[in-house]
């Protein structure tokens, strides 16, 4: 067994050169081998760790956790997912700008708004809903009764923005400004324009709705209104 002797100045008094506090410490090796080891250990700079060697390492679980253990992989699922959501917005999801006044007060002219695809999938268009209604200068798209100052639009993907006041099997009709239907006045707490609109009754078949705007201020023959299949609704006005 081999001893190495290290002499280590470890005074306990101010003064360096007082011996009297001066210890010996041994240090035992049972293996010499190990003593270069010991002493070939280096000293590494504080100040060069923290200020040096870069900027530091992302964790190992947050690389996965961003990019996953497989970056190509990860892409791929990515713009899967991007075509998925562009898809899925344009399916329930129109965007419309209104051109007219024939639904004033409400939506302005000019103003820009949404139609909701997904509004009507578990139950029926609601009598007072604003509604988005497929349009075209094709006799298989015009809706029945839609009145001839429509004859106009003749663009294939037209939109309608009216309101329903008539659902299937009602009869309605205008009296001194007022809607009837079946005979009873409707209440409609949306209009706040004068109207003075005096109509004859118009039965609804089983599968059409009556639509009409909110400015009945004009004059009835310059307003589009009148039935719309339930086919031709595309969704519910939102925003």
């Given at each position: 067994m081999t001893v190495l002797r290290l002499t280590v100045s470890a005074g306990l008094s101010t003064s360096v050169t007082d011996r009297r506090?001066?210890?010996?410490?041994?240090?035992?090796?049972?293996?010499?081998?190990?003593?270069?080891?010991?002493?070939?250990?280096?000293?590494?700079?504080?100040?060069?760790?923290?200020?040096?060697?870069?900027?530091?390492?992302?964790?190992?679980?947050?690389?996965?956790?961003?990019?996953?253990?497989?970056?190509k992989v990860t892409l791929i699922r990515a713009v899967i997912l991007g075509a998925l959501c562009v898809v899925g917005y344009k399916a329930s999801v129109l965007h419309i700008r209104v051109d007219g006044i024939s639904m004033l007060p409400t939506?302005?002219?000019?103003?820009?708004?949404?139609?909701?695809?997904?509004?009507?999938?578990?139950?029926?268009?609601?009598?007072?809903?604003?509604?988005?209604?497929r349009f075209s200068g094709g006799l298989t798209n015009v809706p029945t009764g839609i009145h001839l100052a429509a004859n106009w639009l003749e663009q294939p993907h037209l939109i309608l923005l009216k309101r329903i006041i008539g659902r299937p099997g009602e009869t309605i009709a205008f009296l001194n400004g007022k809607v009837l239907i079946d005979g009873e006045?409707?209440?409609?707490?949306?209009?706040?324009?004068?109207?003075?609109?005096t109509l004859p009754p118009e039965k609804l078949g089983p599968n059409e709705y009556f639509v009409v705007g909110d400015n009945r201020s004009m004059p009835a023959e310059n307003h589009t209104m009148g039935k719309a299949r339930r086919d031709q609704i595309l969704g519910k006005a939102i925003l």
């Open positions: 506090y001066n210890r010996i410490i041994q240090i035992q090796l049972r293996e010499w081998r190990f003593a270069p080891k010991l002493l070939s250990v280096p000293v590494q700079n504080p100040v060069q760790s923290l200020n040096g060697g870069g900027a530091p390492r992302v964790p190992r679980w947050l690389r996965i956790l961003v990019i996953g253990r497989n970056p939506y302005q002219d000019g103003s820009k708004h949404f139609v909701n695809r997904l509004a009507y999938i578990w139950h029926e268009p609601q009598r007072g809903d604003v509604v988005g209604i006045v409707l209440d409609e707490p949306y209009e706040k324009l004068p109207c003075d609109w």
